[in-house]
């Protein structure tokens, strides 16, 4: 069944169903790029919808992009703390349930995310610009020209895992563990990354041991501008318990990971869903340095919600949500809305407010690494530009295969061909 076939099934499914038994987290929505049709149900006639059962058991769904700025602008009320349940629909996932500074509450939150924003200033950025420049030329003059290859292994995950080797002044000849841990931190037991929780957690031990020893070399000696020393050598962070060193670990590695990976992927993915918008691209390749970068994002969303625990009875358009429940703010919903874009699901690489998206978050727990994201993307389409200028040089030549994931919205394979 093709992807067009596969979806107009699953809006027959999504609209004859009872309302009440609509569960948007089932991953293989994620998987088979079928969830669509459920959040549109969802956007026009439930914004705030129940989950009474799912297999991360009951949960409130927020649809709509005004409602997610409501839930996002009210930290008090709807908390991020991961020992209320932290950020993510998995309650059951010790590794994303860890202290980190994502799941904190202020004033905690703003302290320690202040100690690691300093990597990604605008100075820092324009300092390692050159250096992302020079592996992006070296990554894609390796690349099989006239054959399939993947795209997934061979640009966005070896790209974006020599980014977080610089970032952390992690060893570069091991850099390939920063991926795995990643992978380890998100994925779902028994979808082929680990077996189970205590899978997950031995093999994140793995990372805590191997972090620990950097710290430990980092802190008696001089600070410089790598995220380790950073916290190592900060009186704010400095005395972190072992647990919160590991969960801002994993937070920055995961955070520095899959939403530019997964972007990298999905925009050249979009292009050739899109051949009019590749050809204006090719034409007018200026969009990069204006809204094109923040479509590739919008439409790829790669991270699909962020979740909050309600700190005390409250109502959101009109539905009672009561102290200690889940709330769940669906991102790959809101930038789908017609009433805040236009055709929504299209790309449209000139989308005059294709920066409004939701995908990086809003408020205090706003991605920290936004714009670091950005230029890698930016940098990436305009080395691929000056090599391959034609549109669909880079040809899609298969479906993709997508994660079995509800949190990342991401690939495993992309088969591509340079046309040359």
């Known amino acids: 069944m093709d992807a067009q076939t596969q979806l107009r099934a699953a809006a027959d499914r999504a609209y004859s169903m009872p309302l009440e038994q609509i569960d948007p987290s089932d991953p ?11 959040f549109a149900r969802l956007r026009e006639e439930d914004p705030i919808h129940h989950t009474a059962d799912s297999l991360f058991g009951p949960f409130w769904s927020v649809t ?3 409602d997610i700025m409501h839930v996002e602008m009210n930290p008090q009320l709807f908390s991020s703390d991961s020992r209320r349940g932290g950020i993510a629909i998995m309650d059951g996932n010790a590794a994303v349930s860890l202290p980190m500074f994502i799941a904190m509450d202020p004033p905690k939150h703003d302290v320690q995310r202040k100690v690691v924003s300093p990597i990604v200033a605008p100075e820092n950025l324009a300092r390692m610009s050159g250096l992302i420049r020079q592996r992006t ?5 390796s690349l099989p020209i006239n ?7 061979s640009v966005s995950i070896n790209l974006t895992t020599k980014m977080l080797a610089t970032l952390f002044d992690f060893p570069f000849e091991e850099r390939q563990l920063l991926t795995y841990w990643s992978d380890v931190t998100t994925a779902l037991p028994g979808t082929g990354v680990i077996d189970s929780e205590e899978h997950r957690m031995a093999e994140l ?8 020893r950097l710290w430990n070399e980092r802190v008696n000696a001089e600070p410089k501008p790598d995220l380790i020393s950073m916290l190592a050598h900060s009186e704010k962070t400095r005395n972190m318990p072992p647990d919160e060193y590991l969960g801002n670990v994993l937070l920055l590695i995961v955070g520095g990971n899959d939403t530019t990976r997964n972007t990298m992927s999905g925009s050249v993915l979009a292009l050739n869903r899109f051949p009019d918008e590749y050809r204006k ?13 923040p479509e590739f994002v919008r439409w790829q969303t790669p991270l699909a919600h962020m979740r909050r625990t309600a700190t005390q009875d409250t ?3 009109g539905k009672r949500i009561r102290a200690g429940e889940k709330v769940v703010m669906w991102y790959v919903s809101s930038n789908r809305e017609p009433g805040k874009f236009n055709d929504p699901g299209s790309l449209q690489l000139d989308r005059e407010n294709a920066r409004q998206h939701q995908s990086f978050g809003f408020g205090i727990h706003r991605c920290v690494g936004n714009r670091l994201a950005e230029l890698q993307v930016r940098i990436l389409w305009e080395e691929i530009l000056k090599r391959w200028p034609e549109p669909g040089q880079i040809e899609v030549i298969g479906e ?7 949190f990342v919205r991401g690939y495993s394979s992309l088969p591509v061909r340079i046309n040359a």
């Open 147 to 153: 054959q399939t290859f993947d795209w997934v292994p």
């Open 137 to 141: 030329a070296d990554t894609l003059d």
């Open 205 to 212: 031990r793995k990372c805590g041991e191997y972090f620990l």
């Open 28 to 38: 293989t929505l994620q998987q088979d790029d079928t969830h669509a049709p459920y």
């Open 400 to 406: 993709p295969q997508r994660l079995c994931n509800p």
């Open 315 to 317: 109502e959101l358009h």
């Open 281 to 293: 691209l090719c034409a007018n390749p200026q969009l990069l340095e204006s809204t094109a970068v």
């Open 64 to 66: 709509r992009y005004d």
